[in-house]
């Protein structure tokens, strides 16, 4: 491969959406149809190589366009007995109520608590049994705000979630 086509791929790499958007109206003479980055990286790559060393055959091209042709293409799944997917049965579906368990001043698994303590953010992830915090596993918020500060705390004040009085 030259080094000039090189530098080009390798400079993808670096570049934003829009960029890419750009290179891709550059090199294929229309906008592209997905905002992904790695697809237009990969499309912008192919295109470059192709532009420099030679596209397929026209051979393989014919061969290609055979093979569209002669392929059952679907725009949707088809439908079963009950007008649900095949493979998908509507009794395989269930829906069950959400309660949750456990203290009401915590939020759902999987949400991030953050604080800012002598000019660092603590973040903290709240796990179905305990709490991720720098890579380790807790079972307590206390127990988090004992390894941030050194000294013991109550861990829902320390992380702002104790109770609002109502008035």
């Not at 993808?12 to 990286?41: H, T, W």
């Amino acid at each position: 491969m030259k080094a000039n086509i090189a530098q080009e791929l390798k400079a993808l790499k670096n570049m934003c959406a829009a960029e890419l958007r750009e290179k891709y109206q550059e090199v294929f003479g229309e906008a592209p149809r997905s905002p992904n980055k790695d697809f237009l990286r990969k499309r912008i790559a192919w295109r470059i190589q192709a532009l420099a060393e030679g596209d397929l055959s026209e051979r393989a091209h014919r061969r290609a366009e055979e093979l569209a042709n002669d392929a059952d293409l679907r725009i949707r799944a088809p439908k079963g007995k009950f007008g649900t997917p095949t493979g998908f049965p509507a009794e395989r579906t269930t829906v069950l109520p959400f309660s949750p368990t456990g203290d009401s001043r915590l939020p759902m698994p999987g949400a991030i608590l953050s604080r800012e303590y002598q000019g660092e953010t603590i973040r903290v992830m709240v796990l179905d049994k305990g709490f991720e915090y720098a890579g380790q596993v807790y079972r307590s918020l206390t127990a988090v705000a004992r390894a941030v500060t050194g000294s013991h705390w109550n861990g829902y004040h320390f992380f702002g979630l104790a109770k609002k009085e109502n008035n």
